[in-house]
């Protein structure tokens, strides 16, 4: 059973930088996906950014790019994402998400419901 492990939430002012991780156990996938989805109190979840575990190319929701980077470290089997200048509408519960393949509707950004593995999520608080 695969699980992810999300860490490095917090609170931060607006401006501040944090930066999360994403610990994946038994995920072996190297054709699939792996991806960040936010959701703040009140709306549907988002994809925010994603990466493709086979050749590292990147996707990013147009609200973060230039300020969040996703990146991945095959031999800790983890996930990051960077995310600088933040700001309050940034404020939301961060997942991480993955896929065991690419293609369908499978590893597209926007196409949250697609994903096969869920973490539990951790949250991301930015004051202005």
């Known amino acids: 059973q695969v699980q992810l492990v999300e860490s490095g939430g917090g609170s931060v002012q607006a401006g501040g930088s944090l930066r999360l991780s994403c610990a994946a156990s038994?995920?072996?996938?190297?054709?699939?996906?792996m991806a960040w989805v936010r959701q703040a109190p009140g709306k549907e979840r988002e994809g925010v950014a994603i990466?493709?575990?086979?050749?590292?190319?990147?996707y990013y929701a147009n609200s973060v790019k230039g300020r969040f980077t996703i990146s991945q470290d095959h031999a800790k089997n983890t996930v990051y994402l960077q995310m600088n200048s933040l700001k309050p509408e940034d404020t939301a519960m961060y997942y991480c998400?993955?896929?065991?393949?690419?293609?369908?509707?499978?590893?597209?950004?926007?196409?949250?419901?697609?994903?096969?593995?869920w973490g539990q999520g951790t949250q991301v608080t930015v004051s202005s």
């Open positions: 998400a993955a896929a065991r393949a690419v293609g369908g509707d499978s590893c597209q950004l926007d196409l949250v419901y697609a994903y096969d593995y």
């Open positions: 038994r995920y072996t996938y190297r054709r699939g996906c």
């Open positions: 990466i493709y575990t086979s050749d590292g190319s990147t």
